[in-house]
């Protein structure tokens, strides 16, 4: 039977992170990074953007997937044992915990002293006509990433969602833009009354109410308009713009662990706060699976720590 010390599930910036940490103090982690896990390649969501500005260290930017294989090589180097396979199973009733891959749910379970969480959460996407072709070159789903990129600056973009989030994206894309419209399939807004405020107070926010978005448009290269209904008028047209922003939500990938550790409304695992630790000693969580707020990528490698040296404590303990 094949066991480990630490398992880490997750190849984003927190599961590397804890694997570095983890590998200078001596208990080098064994890391499943996936193989296409939700539909994301190993390395998680950054692999999927362009570039990033705004990870220190890094003055002239770099490639999201460049940005991966950095960290990669760096845990790697400090004894990161990563397998690309995908873990589909996993029991956390008794210590030590058991595991199972992909297609090999049947076989003889790996076991594992401590499991760090690090498996992130996906941004819903509206799967529209053209979506593919301009993600990334016009459609996104972080404004905060992304919404210092050239190509939005001082253009008209659009914000897909009704919520907090939606309205908090609309006032940071303020910065950079030349107008923000507001996309509600609803009548209204569901944000808190203090973020509906601020934002029909915002010159440059226009809010667009009962319309959803139909279809990307573009040269084939970039955005540069998105077709609108308004269901409610039962009209069609094309609302010209640079950028489209969702935020409509995400999908903690929480599946594996759901019903064995304690997880909020929206399937986020909950951690004790300051911590990385889950209702079940032994299991930390790290990244954006458990980081339902901020969703950043020094947030992610920040709790990845976190993680790394809770483990590590909790080990020692066990000792």
């Not at 929206?266 to 032994?282: F, H």
């Not at 969580?285 to 990845?304: C, H, L, M, N, P």
């Amino acid at each position: 039977m094949v066991h480990h010390k630490v398992t880490i599930i997750g190849s984003g910036p927190a599961a590397h992170t804890a694997a570095l940490y983890l590998g200078r103090a001596e208990i080098p982690p064994t890391m499943y990074e996936g193989l296409m896990a939700n539909g994301i390649a190993p390395g998680g969501q950054l692999t999927t953007t362009t570039e990033i500005e705004n990870f220190p260290g890094f003055p002239d930017g770099l490639m999201g997937g460049e940005l991966m294989d950095r960290m990669k090589q760096q845990s790697v180097k400090f004894g990161n044992n990563v397998i690309t396979e995908t873990v589909s199973k996993l029991d956390l009733s008794t210590r030590p915990f058991k595991l199972w891959t992909e297609f090999n749910e049947d076989a003889e379970p790996v076991t594992t002293d401590a499991v760090i969480i690090a498996t992130g959460a996906s941004a819903k996407r509206l799967h529209l006509p053209g979506e593919e072709t301009y993600w990334q070159q016009g459609i996104s789903a972080c404004a905060i990433c992304d919404g210092a990129v050239p190509i939005f600056r001082n253009k008209p973009l659009a914000v897909v969602g009704g919520g907090d989030s939606a309205c908090e994206e609309a006032q940071f894309l303020t910065k950079y833009g030349s107008k923000v419209f507001m996309i509600v399939r609803k009548d209204h807004l569901r944000a808190s009354t203090i973020m509906q405020r601020r934002v029909q107070k915002n010159d440059k926010i226009d809010i667009v109410f009962n319309t959803v978005p139909l279809e990307a448009k573009g040269d084939g290269k970039f955005l540069n308009a998105v077709g609108l209904k308004n269901v409610q008028e039962n009209k069609e047209y094309d609302l010209p713009v640079n950028g489209l922003f969702y935020a409509i939500g995400h999908n903690p990938a929480t599946e594996i662990v759901k019903g064995q550790v304690d997880m909020n409304d929206a399937g986020y695992i909950k951690t004790v706060p300051g911590s990385s630790l889950t209702s079940v000693p032994g299991v930390f969580a790290a990244g954006d699976v458990q980081d339902f707020r901020y969703r950043q990528a020094i947030t992610s490698a920040g709790t990845g720590c976190m993680a790394a040296l809770d483990a590590e404590r909790f080990l020692s303990e066990q000792d």
